[in-house]
């Protein structure tokens, strides 16, 4: 086995706390819900079983309305805020009480391609969980077709440009006091800033005055964006979860039923005017105006369209898709979702290009390949020259490294 494999390795062992597994040690203490699924993806190259039980895990916080949450606060721990206390989730596990992009049937059908015998009561046994969560979202998250997202944080992107507009129509008063943990672990520079902050927080106890009750926010919330993350990645776990269905002999009719909306729901996010899938604010209309690396995931949905744009990128930096563009004013090479590259949107992006034999399909591989090579298992990178940033030691890197990039 080569260094690299054994050291993606170690570092799943590592964030292991039984059951389930860490992001990173210290700056992300809890289960989060996409960094898991990827998890469970990783293991899945050294340990299936292991893999699974990652994926049982993270449903066992399902709340009664289908939501998985974005974060699962197993054990109590003072290193990251907001912590569960300020959340006031209500499901059977304390925890957040918003979601994260739906890559979990996904990384299943990996999981379970590794092995179908073994894994097919496994399957079976998630399958209608899968599909509960699909379905809340189709009930409550919709516009036009669109999947929207009710705060920053559910998109996976948090402080994104995609969402500069929407936040600015907050008025964050009243918020109060309170004491970020994130740049006690990294350097503030790399981090959202006080101003977004601000309206995190505000989102959140707006949250938890609404009770989370879907129907009320969709009355109140003053944040509601249609965002090609969500729509994209819910589309092609649909599309995953009608192959497994039919493997396990389930019917299908609602499944096809909602990957026909959202194919018409993608294309209410073409801006034409930018050639690019863009996110829109469904309270306004307006358009953020962004070429994110979201923007690229519409091959990983079945869609196509971003070819030109995708090559224009990839001229501009020499590992992968950048999170904003280089090109924008907007763009900052070592502030989290506002530029740097991380290998698992570069995998996502990735294998929807295999999936169609894109001609740029190898170079984003092989780009992913040489930035963690060369600049090791770190949370994300300045896309101008590769330097680490962020957490180290990172689950979901080591994951992409294992199961894509190796
Ligand atoms: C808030 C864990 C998570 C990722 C997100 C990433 C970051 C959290 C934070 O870390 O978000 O959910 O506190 O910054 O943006 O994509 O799931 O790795």
């Not at 079983?49 to 916080?61: Q, V």
């Not at 399958?127 to 944080?153: E, G, N, Q, S, Y």
């Not at 943990?181 to 990294?186: C, E, G, I, K, P």
């Not at 800033?193 to 106890?205: A, E, F, G, N, P």
Request: proline residues 7%; aromatic residues 12%; glycine residues 10%.
């Amino acid at each position: 086995m080569n260094d690299l494999n054994a050291e993606a390795e170690a570092i799943l062992r590592r964030n292991d706390r039984g059951g389930y597994t860490v992001p990173t040690e210290g700056l992300y203490p809890y289960q989060w819900n996409w960094d898991s699924a990827f998890a469970a993806m990783g293991f899945a190259q050294f340990d299936v079983p292991r893999a699974w039980e990652e994926l049982h895990t993270l449903f066992s916080g399902q709340w009664d309305d289908g939501m998985v949450p974005h974060i699962l606060f197993h054990r109590p721990d003072p290193g990251y805020f907001p912590g569960p206390d300020v959340w006031g989730g209500r499901g059977p596990v304390a925890s957040s009480g918003i979601t994260q992009p739906p890559i979990a049937a996904t990384m299943a059908r990996l999981v379970w391609e590794k092995d179908l015998a073994a894994g097919k009561v496994a399957m079976a046994n998630l399958f209608p969980k899968l599909k509960r969560w699909h379905a809340w979202f189709m009930d409550w998250r919709l516009d036009r077709d669109a999947v929207c997202i009710t705060h920053p944080w559910e998109a996976g992107r948090d402080n994104a440009p995609d969402w500069d507009g929407a936040m600015a129509g907050i008025d964050p008063a009243g918020v109060g006091e309170y004491q970020r943990r994130d740049t006690s672990h990294v350097d503030s520079a790399m981090r959202p800033t006080k101003y977004d902050y601000d309206r995190y927080v505000w989102l959140v106890q707006q949250g938890r005055r609404l009770e989370w009750d879907q129907a009320k926010l969709l009355e109140e919330n003053p944040f509601r964006v249609a965002d090609p993350t969500m729509t994209f990645t819910l589309l092609r776990a649909n599309r995953d979860l009608a192959a497994m269905g039919r493997e396990l002999g389930e019917d299908l009719g609602e499944i096809e039923e909602w990957i026909a909306r959202l194919e018409a729901g993608a294309e209410t996010l073409w801006n034409p005017t930018l050639e690019s899938y863009d996110a829109r604010d469904a309270r306004s209309g307006a358009w953020a105006g962004c070429v994110s690396n979201a923007s690229f995931l519409c091959w990983y949905a079945g869609l196509d369209g971003m070819s030109a744009q995708l090559d224009r990128i990839l001229n501009l930096t020499p590992y992968g898709i950048p999170s904003h563009d280089p090109s924008s004013p907007k763009f900052d090479g070592k502030r989290y979702w506002r530029g740097p590259i991380w290998g698992v949107m570069n995998m996502l992006i990735g294998l929807g290009l295999e999936d169609v034999n894109h001609p740029q399909a190898g170079r984003v591989r092989q780009t992913t390949h040489d930035l963690i090579t060369e600049h090791g298992f770190a949370e994300y990178f300045d896309p101008r020259d590769g330097s680490p940033a962020g957490g180290m030691s990172f689950t979901w890197t080591a994951a992409v490294w294992l199961g894509w990039a190796n």
